[in-house]
């Protein structure tokens, strides 16, 4: 499966943006989906995962409430509704699939599939 994110750009902190990740390929509806994030100078971290049926999903302490993972089946596209936005959320943000995730969804070695990243700079 190959994936390309999209929808990272310069938003006020309080705003909104919503990424997207179009897979291509065989088989999107049976990969668990996620997407993490890296900040400039820092380690790349876990946002948030759904799993392949979108009967769970987890999220990062430091985005819940606040952001929102969804997928749809027939356009092949996982999906990252991100409301409240500070300048901390600022980083590349990139998604990932792998197939049997969902038991430890955080962990990257899960997802051995990767989009490019898009930038999402958050201005205070």
């Known amino acids: 499966v190959q994936l390309q994110a999209s929808g990272g750009g310069l938003v006020q902190a309080g705003g909104s943006l919503r990424l997207t990740c179009a897979a291509s390929g065989r088989f999107f509806s049976d990969y668990d989906m996620a997407w993490f994030r890296q900040a400039p100078g820092n380690e790349r971290e876990f946002v948030a995962a759904i799993n392949w049926r979108a009967s769970s999903s987890d999220y990062a302490d430091s985005v819940k409430g606040r952001f929102t993972i969804s997928r749809d089946h027939l356009s092949k596209m996982v999906f990252l509704e991100m409301n409240s936005l500070e300048p901390e959320d600022t980083a590349v943000y990139s998604c990932?699939?792998?197939?049997?995730?969902?038991?430890?969804?955080?962990?990257?070695?899960?997802?051995?599939?990767w989009g490019q990243g898009t930038l999402v700079t958050v201005s205070s």
């Open positions: 990932a699939a792998g197939r049997d995730a969902s038991a430890r969804p955080r962990r990257e070695d899960e997802y051995p599939y």
